[in-house]
């Protein structure tokens, strides 16, 4: 999409280039166009009238690819499942803090990633991914995608190179690969993907098949605020909005972000498979937006705090934080060099195997046990029996999961709080 460089789209003042923090509130929307209203109203509204017959009909041949000299540049408003007054502030504000030219929002995390996928991907493809992916995505990927005659091939995470490089000839055998699709740090044992080896691999395929795979990044745990992949070489990053950059726990939403080449397309089969994001959730994202900066850095910070705790705690034997990483090692390397910090959810185990991070999780009186992370609210779940039970043994002992593994989503309560929390329940584990 063209974004023309209106007042209300300002970047700079002169020479001073705005942050985009300062711009989530203002950035995209145009007051006037709204009764003066500082903040977007929200449009509830399905469908829009146009001014005359023939301007229906040029939006519609915009809007269709087949656009005549003398028609406007983009299709104005049409129908809230193509675009929406919200939708389109909240994709513009989505794409500063990934300097991204164009940002598509959709009703999940999860339709944002099966509708980049598919959007990417033919019959007779095959999708070479990492490995652990967030569980929908290994179930859509291992168990949707075949029936489409769309194949895939993995590799672990953390896997050195030449086993990396062995997948990516296994994938080659099989069809044309389509995407490379990984997700770094990944949940909830944050092991780090090596994003220049994507780049590589997409570099060497391009070669061999002539036809470039698209490198997908989910930026869920990091981004926006600490891990900029489009930056590194990466295509195309995918978010579930529900977690940080929702930020609340009151609403589910994904985006996927990325030149607006490799975002045609995806935009084309969100509008036609309807997996858009609804107009309330978009003006709920687009509050959430003004303080995604100041949040984020705020339980990052936290979790700090919270994870040094954890380290000295007898009945805790590893704590899995990303700034706990030992210097010179392969993960501290990548880590440093793919992001600026280290999150704020984070697994760690309890001596005692599940029996005892299970009363451990039952005497918590202030951390609530959820799945889910990213929330104002700390929340901890048990991987091993929840969201990773259906992961392969296998998978799971070379991950290094330990029956008393628990992952704790640091959110913005005094952190001294979470610590007494964990303290006194640690003494029932
Ligand atoms: C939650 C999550 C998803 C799925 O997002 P939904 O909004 O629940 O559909 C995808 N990837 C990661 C890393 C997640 O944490």
Known sequence: MSKPDKTYRKRALGDHVLSPETMMMSYGFDPKLSEGSIKPPVFLTSTFAYASAEEGAAFFRVMGGRAQAGDPETAGLLYSRFNNPNMEVLEDRLTLFDKAEDAVVFSSGMSAISTAIMAHSKAGDVVLHSTPLYGGTETMIRNVLPNYAIAQVE?????????????????????RISVIMAESPTNPTNEIVDFALLVALADEIEQRQGHRPIIMIDNTFLGPIAQHPLEQGIDMVLYSLTKYVGGHSDLVAGAALGSDAVMAPVRKLRSAIGTNLDPHSCWMLLRSLETVKIRMEAAF????????????????????YLGFLEEGSRDHTLHTRQATMN????????????????????????????????????????????THSGVDPLLRARLGFDPGMVRLSVGLENPQDIIADLNQALEHA
């Open 155 to 175: 590799f672990v995470a953390m896997a050195p190179e030449a086993e990396v490089k062995k997948a990516m000839e296994e994938a080659l055998t099989q069809g």
């Open 301 to 320: 910070n936290s979790a700090r705090i919270v994870a040094e705790f954890l380290r000295d705690h007898p009945k805790v034997q590893k704590v899995r």
């Open 343 to 386: 999150g704020s959810t984070f697994a760690f185990d309890i001596k005692g195997g599940e029996d005892a991070a299970f009363r451990f999780q039952n005497a918590l009186k202030v951390i609530k046990l959820a799945v889910s992370l990213g929330g104002t609210e700390s929340l901890i779940s048990h991987p091993g029996s929840t």
